[in-house]
């Protein structure tokens, strides 16, 4: 029986803490820990290569794990405006490749006031917009290639200009430069053989065309999400308030644009392929993407050899999307690394290494399980994809209450050598694959006990 000890949040000035951060890569994670480090009175400086926001890709999840650390944002109001553009999803509704009913799945965990499933323009243009109204200092257009880091200090070097700080977080996403930075070129990418298709778009003329309205049945009361699970090939197709064209088509490597053609031939010996058609086939021009899937062994040490440079995220640990963790993790991550910097006392390094010890076993170990299951969906079709997985550790995970418990915990097992045993993830680090039922119930009264201000909840039984 683990038992969590709540601590109240604990937001700093701004800059009061005199540490310095860049932050670099400023998608999903490197927001997080932009307006995570600025909450904890760190001042912060951030790069993105990309000029401009994208709406290359298609639904994302944020489970409650991570809306957590949201909804503390600007008093509730980017809660409101990830709200405001998410989809309304109470149910996932799974079908074989004849069209056959498998199964209906909830979504807790991702359901209307506890998470969101959202196109990802509209999640990274909520939390964009606050980063912005924050006045943090974020420059946009800026790939940042070459890293450096001494026993004082950490930077990155732009157009020959050398920009110092105490440390870096390196939030540069699956392709990252910083992660060879840190590991030198230790961690080798592997190419899963997977790619998916994506694309997001506005509905518009598909509402009033017949051959279509097989989607928006009931729409207005709840948007729409489906799966169908063939051997080898899953098609998810949803509804949501829908957005603007894409901007920045090429704007990473890992999407290269596509043919909707090519898409639907992975389907074209399907009895469904035909009313599957009808939508795909109307994706306009240019909103298909083919995202290759890649994955790494787990990385266990994201700090860098002089304890300067920690990477978050997708660059510490590339995540397939089969459980819906790839954002979650790396929010988590991020504010982790935020509290420990506010709780380190100025000793950097051994701020960035307790928040390695927290974070690096849970989220490599969901990491793990997306690929596994990924490996078992595609082995067996929809017999193995019944409901949508969502282990309660996974989800009933307050990690800013648990940083702030087990920071010291983790500095005396750093200093002292003795092994930490991580309150994170279950006990000997292993999961099984299957939805636990009582989820919902289960957010709500862990909720409630955070609201109450309680002093500890259990976490795993
Ligand atoms: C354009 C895009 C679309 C996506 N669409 C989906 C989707 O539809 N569904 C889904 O589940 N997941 C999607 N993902 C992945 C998902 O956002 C991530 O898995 C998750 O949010 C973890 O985020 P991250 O911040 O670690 O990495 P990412 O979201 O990949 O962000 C990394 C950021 O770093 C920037 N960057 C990379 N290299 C450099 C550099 N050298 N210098 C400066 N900046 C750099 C990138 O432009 C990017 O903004 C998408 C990612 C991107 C970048």
Same mark, same amino acid.
């Given at each position: 029986?683990?038992?969590?000890?709540?601590?109240?949040?604990?937001?700093?000035?701004?800059?009061?803490?005199?540490?310095?951060? #860049?932050?670099?890569?400023?998608?999903?994670?490197?927001?997080?820990?932009?307006?995570?480090?600025?909450?904890?009175?760190?001042?912060?400086?951030?790069?993105?290569?990309?000029?401009?926001?994208?709406?290359?890709?298609?639904?994302?999840?944020?489970?409650?794990?991570?809306a957590?650390?949201f909804d503390?944002w600007?008093?509730g109001s980017v809660a409101q405006a990830l709200n405001?553009?998410?989809?309304?999803?109470?149910?996932?509704?799974? @079908?074989?490749?004849?069209?056959?009913?498998?199964?209906?799945?909830?979504?807790?965990?991702?359901?209307? %006031?506890?998470?969101?499933?959202? *196109?990802?323009?509209?999640?990274?243009?909520? #939390?964009?917009?606050?980063?912005?109204?924050?006045?943090?200092?974020?420059?946009?257009?800026?790939?940042?290639?070459?890293? *450096?880091?001494?026993?004082?200090?950490?930077?990155?070097?732009?157009?020959?200009?050398?920009?110092?700080?105490?440390?870096?977080?390196?939030?540069?996403?699956?392709?990252?430069?910083?992660?060879?930075?840190? $590991?030198?070129?230790?961690?080798?990418?592997?190419?899963?053989?997977?790619?998916?298709?994506?694309?997001?778009?506005?509905?518009?003329?598909?509402?009033?065309?017949?051959?279509?309205? *097989?989607?928006?049945?009931?729409?207005?009361?709840?948007?729409?999400?489906?799966? @169908?699970?063939?051997?080898?090939?899953?098609?998810?197709?949803?509804?949501?308030?829908?957005?603007?064209?894409?901007?920045?088509?090429?704007?990473?490597?890992?999407?290269?644009?596509?043919?909707?053609?090519?898409?639907?031939?992975?389907?074209?010996?399907?009895?469904? /392929?035909?009313?599957?058609?009808?939508?795909?086939?109307?994706?306009?021009?240019?909103?298909?993407?083919?995202?290759?899937?890649?994955?790494?062994?787990?990385?266990?040490?994201?700090?860098?050899?002089?304890?300067?440079? #920690?990477?978050?995220?997708?660059?510490?640990?590339?995540?397939?999307?089969?459980?819906?963790?790839?954002?979650?993790?790396?929010?988590?991550?991020?504010?982790?690394?935020?509290?420990?910097?506010?709780?380190?006392?100025?000793?950097?390094?051994?701020?960035? $290494?307790?928040?390695?010890?927290?974070?690096?076993?849970?989220?490599?170990?969901?990491?793990?399980?997306?690929?596994?299951?990924?490996?078992?969906?595609?082995?067996?079709?929809?017999?193995?994809?019944?409901?949508?997985?969502?282990?309660? *550790?996974?989800?009933?995970?307050?990690?800013?209450?648990?940083? /702030?418990?087990?920071?010291? $915990?983790?500095?005396?097992?750093?200093?002292?050598?003795?092994? @930490?045993?991580?309150?994170?993830?279950?006990? %000997?680090?292993?999961?099984?694959?299957?939805?636990?039922?009582?989820?919902?119930?289960?957010?709500?009264?862990?909720?409630?006990?955070?609201?109450? %201000?309680?002093?500890?909840?259990?976490?795993?039984?």
């Amino acid at each position: 029986m683990t038992q969590v000890h709540f601590r109240h949040d604990t937001e700093l000035p701004p800059g009061s803490t005199g540490l310095k951060v #860049i932050v670099v890569g400023l998608g999903i994670g490197g927001i997080a820990a932009a307006v995570e480090c600025h909450r904890r009175g760190h001042t912060v400086i951030g790069f993105e290569k990309s000029t401009g926001k994208t709406a290359v890709g298609d639904s994302l999840g944020i489970g409650f794990n991570a809306a957590l650390v949201f909804d503390q944002w600007g008093g509730g109001s980017v809660a409101q405006a990830l709200n405001r553009d998410r989809g309304m999803v109470e149910e996932m509704v799974i @079908y074989d490749e004849n069209g056959d009913l498998v199964a209906k799945s909830d979504v807790a965990g991702f359901d209307p %006031g506890n998470g969101y499933l959202m *196109w990802r323009y509209h999640a990274a243009r909520a #939390i964009e917009d606050h980063a912005q109204t924050l006045g943090l200092d974020l420059h946009y257009g800026v790939r940042v290639e070459e890293y *450096w880091e001494n026993d004082h200090q950490a930077g990155i070097i732009v157009d020959g200009n050398r920009i110092s700080a105490d440390c870096v977080i390196v939030a540069d996403g699956v392709n990252s430069r910083g992660r060879s930075a840190i $590991k030198g070129d230790t961690v080798k990418l592997q190419d899963t053989g997977n790619v998916a298709f994506r694309g997001g778009f506005e509905s518009g003329s598909l509402q009033n065309d017949p051959t279509t309205q *097989w989607l928006f049945e009931g729409v207005e009361e709840q948007d729409r999400l489906i799966e @169908y699970i063939g051997k080898n090939v899953l098609v998810m197709i949803g509804t949501g308030r829908n957005g603007k064209d894409i901007d920045d088509p090429t704007e990473t490597e890992r999407y290269e644009a596509a043919d909707v053609d090519e898409a639907l031939r992975q389907i074209s010996h399907w009895p469904v /392929y035909d009313k599957i058609a009808t939508v795909i086939g109307k994706m306009p021009e240019r909103t298909c993407y083919k995202h290759r899937l890649f994955i790494s062994d787990p990385i266990n040490e994201w700090v860098s050899p002089k304890g300067r440079m #920690i990477m978050v995220g997708d660059a510490a640990h590339p995540m397939v999307p089969t459980l819906g963790q790839g954002a979650s993790q790396a929010v988590e991550d991020s504010a982790v690394v935020a509290i420990c910097l506010q709780l380190c006392a100025g000793d950097v390094s051994m701020g960035l $290494k307790a928040a390695q010890a927290i974070r690096a076993p849970r989220a490599t170990l969901i990491q793990r399980a997306g690929v596994e299951l990924l490996t078992a969906v595609h082995a067996n079709g929809s017999e193995d994809r019944t409901t949508f997985t969502r282990p309660y *550790w996974i989800y009933l995970h307050d990690c800013q209450r648990h940083a /702030y418990q087990e920071y010291s $915990k983790v500095v005396q097992s750093l200093k002292t050598g003795v092994p @930490y045993s991580p309150t994170n993830i279950p006990a %000997g680090a292993t999961w099984n694959v299957g939805h636990e039922a009582e989820l919902g119930p289960k957010i709500q009264a862990f909720r409630a006990a955070i609201q109450a %201000g309680g002093d500890t909840y259990t976490l795993l039984p």
